[in-house]
C-alpha cells in the first residue's frame, strides 16, 4: 500500500487544489489577466511612455487622438494615455489599500464580535448597524468636503465606512466556528478568547475574508469613482479614472470621446477583473473547505 | 464553471457601462435631435424661458430671497422707480423709456433730489402717484432690518429729508453732499413703487408701527408662493406683465398686462418661465428644440453651432461684473506674504488671462484688469496693468530675497529683502478655497497651479460648495482665518450696480473686503466716487480702478459671462441683454 502525496502534505493539497480549481474557472484568469495588464499599464507603462503629467498645456487643448498622443489630450493639455496611467495609479492604490483597510478592520471586528457573544457582541455590532443605517456615498461626500482629498485621505475615508461589510460578515462566521470543537477543546485547555481569536477563528474564517476583499477593492475603486464623479477626488494634477470619466462625460456633446470611453472602459475593466477573481477565489476555498 | 457574479456586485458596473453608452448615445445624437426652427412649433404670442422658479414677488427684497429670477420676475410685475441702461448715452445711466420718473433735478450743493413722476397707472386703472413711493418709504424705513438692499449707514439711513410735494413730485435732502451720479445709480435703484391704495387701504403704514404691521402682512404673503396667483394683494401691478398662472416650484406664466402705461408695452401676450433640475437637463430640451429661450452650459460651449444650424441664436450675456481671486491679508501665516505688493504682482503675472480666457472658458470670459468692469463685450487685455509674464514675475520675487527654485519649493532667502513677517525658509505655499461643480473652474486652477509651480509657488486646490461661507472676513486672532485665497467668480465674483464704485468691495472694513484688504489711498479715491463733485464721477471712478488695478487688492481673473444665452433666430429684442442681469420680456416678439 501506498501512501498518496496527499496523505504525505495535506495542507498543501489543499491549496494546490484550491488553485486547480481556481485555474479552472476562466472568467477568474481572465480577471487575473485583466488586472495584471491594467496594473503593468499604470505602473510600468510611465517608464517607457513619457509625459508631462504636472504641467499644463493650453495649447494642446483636446487634440484628437493621433502621433504624439495616441489618445489625444485632454482640457488643459495633459496627454490622456499618460493621465489613464497616473489615474490608474490613483484608483488602484485607493482600491486595494481602502479594500485591505476594511477587510482587516471588518475582520477583527467581527471576529471579535462573534467569538465573544452577549452584550459585547450587541454593543459591537449595534455600531455596526447604525453605521450602515447612514448612506456610505452621503457620509463619504460629507467627509470629503470637511478634509481636503488627498489619496491616503481617500483610502480612510472609504475604509472607515467599508469595513461595516466584511464585519457582518466574518461574525456570522465566528458564531458559527466558536462552537466546534478544536475551538472548545483549546478553550478546556486554558486557551484565551485572544488566541482562540487569533488562532482558530480568523483563520478558519479565511477563505470567506479572501473573497470578500476582492469585491472590496472592487467596491473601493467604485467609490474612488463616484467621489471624483462628484468633484470630490483628489485635486489637479493628481488624476483618477473616476475624474477623468466625469470630465469626458462634461465633454459628451463636445465629442471628444476619447475623455469618455478609455476612463470608463478601465473602470469597467478593473472592477469586472476583481469581480472574476473574487468569484474564482469562492469556488476554490469552497473546495477546500469541502475537502476539510 | 458558471461564474456567480451577484447583482449587487454588478450594479455599479452596470451603472457605469449605462453612463458610457448614455454619453455615446448623446455623443452620437450630435447630427439631429432638434425639432424646430424658428419658432416653429411655438405659438407666435407665447416664449418660453428656461428660468428658476422665483420664489419672491413682494418688490422690497428679503434677505435670503435676493436670486437673480426673483429680481427679473419682480420686475416684470413691479418696475423701479429707475432702470438704467449702461450704454453711455444717458445722464446718470438712467433709461428713460423703463423709468417711471423723469431724471432728478439736484440743488442744494447736489444734496437735495427732486424727482417727478411720469404719468402712469397701477394696473386697476389707480394713477401711480408719490402716496405710492411715500408707502415704500414707510415701509423700508420701519422695516430695514428686514430689507436685503439695507446696509447700515447707507439708504435710508443717509437721507436727512424726505418730502413729498405733490402727487407727482417729491424730494430728498441727503446728509452728506454725494456725487450725484453715484447716488442715482446705487441708491435710488433701490426704489420701487407700491399700490398703497391696494396694500394698505386704511394708510396704517403712515406711523412706524402700522408699517410694520403693513410690513409683516406683505411678508407673509410673499411667503406663500402656492397663493401667488389667488391673492389679490399681487393682482394690482404697474408693470407690463400680470402674474398669470404660478406653480410653486414648477412653471410660471406671465401674460400681457393690457393696461399698462409704460412706453414699454409688452409685445408678446405670454411669457412662460419654466425651471430644471439642472444644466444638463435644461440643455437637453434646448436641443429638443422644446424652449424658446435658454442657456448653454459652460462645458458645452462647442455646442454654440450646432444649435445655431437649429435655429437657435447664441449670445454671450455680458455682466457688468468682476472676477478676482480673494486674498486674505489677515491670515496670521501668509498674510503678510499678501502684503507684499511685488509678491502679488509676481502672482498676477502668472495668470494667463487671455489665453485661460479662450481655451478653457471657450472665448466666454474676458480678462479683468481692474474693479471697474471694461465695457460689456469686452475681451481684450491689453489695458491690464500686469500681463501674463513669468519671466518678470521670476524676477520680482529673485530681485526680493526670494530663491525661485522652479518645480520645487521657492522659500525666502533673505528676510530683509523678502518684508516684514516674513521669514527665512517660509515657503510660498497657499490653499485655494475654490467652488465645485465647474468644470471650467477647476481646469483654470489647474492651469494657474501649473503656472505657479513653475516658479516654485505651491497651491493646494480645495474645492467646497460654498467658497463665500467658509472663507468669511476675518481678524487674524480668529480660528476662521486660516484661509488663505478663495474664489467665488465661475459666474462672475462681483456684479455692480450702474455705477461701479468700490465702496462694499474694496474700502477698509467694507461688508464685501472678503480679504480685508486696506490701503488709506484706495479708501480716499472710493471716498471720491462717493462724493466727487463731478457730475458723472468719471473722472474719480478712472483713478479709483487705476490704483486699484495695480494695487491688486485681489488677483483679476477671467471674467466669466452671466451664461451663453441661446434664443429661436426668430425671437427678437432679446439683445442687447442687460448687462445687471434684467430681462426685459416685454421687448420680445416673434419676427
Given at each position: 500500500m501506498t501512501v498518496s502525496s496527499q496523505e504525505k502534505d495535506p495542507v498543501r493539497s489543499l491549496w494546490r487544489q484550491g488553485l486547480g480549481v481556481f485555474a479552472e474557472n476562466r472568467l477568474a484568469l481572465v480577471g487575473v489577466g485583466i488586472f495584471v495588464l491594467l496594473a503593468g499599464l499604470c505602473f510600468l507603462g510611465p517608464l517607457f511612455y513619457h509625459t508631462d503629467q504636472v504641467h499644463t498645456d493650453l495649447t494642446k487643448v483636446h487634440l484628437a487622438p493621433g502621433a504624439g498622443h495616441p489618445l489625444g489630450t485632454d482640457g488643459v493639455g495633459y496627454d490622456q494615455l499618460g493621465r489613464l496611467m497616473l489615474g490608474g495609479q490613483t484608483s488602484i492604490i485607493v482600491g486595494l489599500a481602502a479594500g485591505i483597510l476594511a477587510t482587516a478592520v471588518g475582520t477583527i471586528w467581527g471576529a471579535i464580535a462573534g467569538f465573544a457573544g452577549g452584550w459585547v457582541d450587541s454593543a459591537m455590532m449595534r455600531v455596526v448597524d447604525a453605521m450602515m443605517s447612514i448612506p456610505a456615498l452621503f457620509l463619504f461626500m460629507l467627509l470629503a468636503a470637511i478634509v481636503t482629498p488627498s489619496v491616503s485621505m481617500l483610502i480612510i475615508i472609504i475604509g472607515a465606512f467599508a469595513w461595516l461589510g466584511p464585519a457582518r460578515l466574518v461574525r456570522g462566521e465566528a458564531l458559527t466556528l466558536r462552537s466546534r470543537e478544536y475551538v472548545q477543546a483549546m478553550r478546556a485547555m486554558g486557551g484565551t478568547g485572544g488566541r482562540a481569536v487569533r488562532r482558530h477563528i480568523v483563520p478558519n474564517a479565511i477563505g470567506t475574508v479572501i473573497v470578500n476583499a476582492t469585491f472590496q477593492v472592487a467596491d473601493a475603486i467604485l467609490y474612488v469613482a463616484y467621489l471624483s464623479f462628484l468633484g470630490l477626488g483628489v485635486p489637479p494634477p493628481a488624476a483618477n479614472w473616476g475624474g477623468m470619466l466625469s470630465d469626458g462625460l462634461e465633454a459628451t456633446y463636445s465629442g471628444y470621446w476619447w475623455l469618455l470611453y478609455p476612463p470608463g472602459i478601465a473602470i469597467i475593466l478593473i472592477v469586472l477583473a476583481f469581480n472574476f477573481i473574487g468569484d474564482g477565489l469562492r469556488d476554490a476555498f469552497e473546495v477546500r473547505l469541502r475537502r476539510r | 464553471m458558471r461564474s456567480r457574479l451577484t447583482g449587487r456586485q454588478l450594479r455599479p458596473a452596470v451603472a457605469l457601462i449605462g453612463a458610457i453608452t448614455l454619453g455615446a448615445s448623446l455623443a452620437a445624437c450630435s447630427g439631429g435631435g432638434a425639432s424646430s426652427k424658428d419658432g416653429e412649433g411655438t405659438s407666435k404670442d407665447t416664449a418660453t424661458v428656461a428660468l428658476r422658479t422665483p420664489n419672491w414677488i413682494l418688490p422690497i427684497s428679503a434677505p435670503g430671497f435676493t436670486q437673480g429670477e426673483n429680481a427679473i420676475f419682480t420686475q416684470a410685475l413691479y418696475p423701479s422707480l429707475y432702470s438704467y441702461k449702461l450704454?453711455?448715452?444717458e445722464k446718470y445711466n438712467i433709461d428713460p423709456r423703463r423709468s417711471l420718473a423723469e431724471a432728478p433735478v439736484v440743488t442744494d450743493g447736489g444734496k437735495t433730489l427732486a424727482i417727478t413722476l411720469k404719468d402712469n397707472k397701477w394696473s386697476d386703472g389707480t394713477p401711480l402717484t408719490t402716496k405710492d413711493i411715500q408707502f415704500w418709504w414707510n415701509l423700508v424705513t420701519a422695516n430695514k432690518d428686514k430689507w436685503a438692499s439695507y446696509r447700515e449707514g447707507g439708504f435710508p439711513d443717509n437721507i436727512a429729508k424726505f418730502t413729498v410735494t405733490d402727487d407727482k413730485t417729491f424730494s430728498m435732502t441727503t446728509t452728506k453732499a454725494y456725487n450725484t451720479a453715484w447716488f442715482v445709480d446705487n441708491q435710488l435703484n433701490r426704489i420701487t413703487p407700491v399700490p398703497q391704495a391696494a396694500w394698505d387701504k386704511d394708510n396704517e403704514a403712515a406711523t412706524p408701527a402700522g408699517a410694520k404691521k403693513v410690513f409683516a402682512t406683505l411678508t407673509a404673503a410673499a411667503k406663500d408662493p402656492k397663493t401667488y396667483d389667488s391673492n389679490p394683494l399681487w393682482k394690482v401691478n404697474s408693470g407690463p406683465f400680470k402674474l398669470a398662472k404660478y406653480v410653486p416650484n414648477g412653471e410660471v406664466t406671465l401674460a400681457k398686462q393690457e393696461t399698462y402705461t409704460g412706453a414699454d408695452k409688452a409685445k408678446l401676450n405670454t411669457i412662460v418661465l419654466r425651471p430644471f433640475t439642472g444644466d444638463d437637463a435644461e440643455f437637453n430640451v434646448l436641443r429638443a428644440g422644446q424652449i424658446d429661450y435658454g442657456y448653454i452650459p459652460a462645458a458645452d460651449t462647442s455646442q454654440k453651432s450646432y444649435l445655431q444650424s437649429k435655429g437657435y441664436t447664441v449670445s454671450p450675456w455680458y455682466g457688468w461684473s468682476i472676477t478676482y481671486l480673494q486674498l486674505n491679508f489677515n491670515n496670521p501665516k501668509t498674510g503678510p506674504l499678501f502684503k507684499q505688493l511685488y509678491l502679488r504682482q509676481a502672482m498676477q503675472e502668472l495668470v494667463d488671462q487671455p489665453t485661460i480666457s479662450k481655451a478653457i472658458w471657450n472665448d466666454t470670459a474676458a480678462p479683468t484688469c481692474g474693479p471697474v468692469p471694461e465695457k460689456p463685450g469686452t475681451t481684450d487685455?491689453?489695458?491690464?496693468?500686469?500681463?501674463?509674464?513669468p519671466a518678470a514675475a521670476q524676477q520680482l520675487l529673485e530681485s526680493h530675497g526670494w530663491k525661485v527654485t522652479p518645480d520645487g519649493q521657492t522659500t525666502c532667502q533673505t528676510p530683509a529683502q523678502c518684508g516684514p513677517g516674513i521669514t527665512a525658509g517660509q515657503p510660498l505655499t497657499f490653499t485655494v478655497t475654490s467652488q465645485t461643480g465647474f468644470a471650467a473652474t477647476t481646469k483654470m486652477f489647474a492651469e494657474i497651479k501649473s503656472q505657479m509651480a513653475k516658479l516654485g509657488i505651491t497651491l493646494n486646490i480645495k474645492e467646497v460648495p460654498d467658497s463665500v461661507a467658509v472663507t468669511p472676513a476675518c481678524k487674524p486672532t480668529e480660528s476662521s482665518c486660516s484661509w488663505d485665497m478663495s474664489f467665488f467668480g465661475s459666474q462672475g465674483s462681483w456684479y455692480y450696480p450702474a455705477f461701479a464704485s468700490g465702496e462694499r468691495l474694496f474700502?477698509?472694513?467694507?461688508?464685501?473686503n472678503l480679504g480685508s484688504y486696506s490701503n488709506p489711498q484706495a479708501d480716499q479715491l472710493i471716498d471720491a466716487t462717493q462724493f466727487a463733485s463731478d457730475s458723472d464721477g468719471s473722472t474719480a471712478l478712472t483713478a479709483y480702478n487705476d490704483f486699484l488695478a495695480k494695487d491688486l487688492p485681489v488677483l483679476w481673473m477671467p471674467n466669466p459671462v452671466y451664461q451663453n444665452s441661446a434664443y429661436r433666430?426668430?425671437?427678437?429684442?432679446?439683445?442687447?441683454?442687460d448687462p445687471m442681469n434684467f430681462m426685459y420680456f416685454q421687448d420680445w416678439s416673434w419676427k
Open positions: - | 450704454d453711455g448715452t487685455a491689453t489695458g491690464c496693468a500686469y500681463k501674463f509674464d474700502a477698509t472694513g467694507a461688508p464685501v433666430s426668430g425671437l427678437q429684442g432679446v439683445d442687447p441683454q
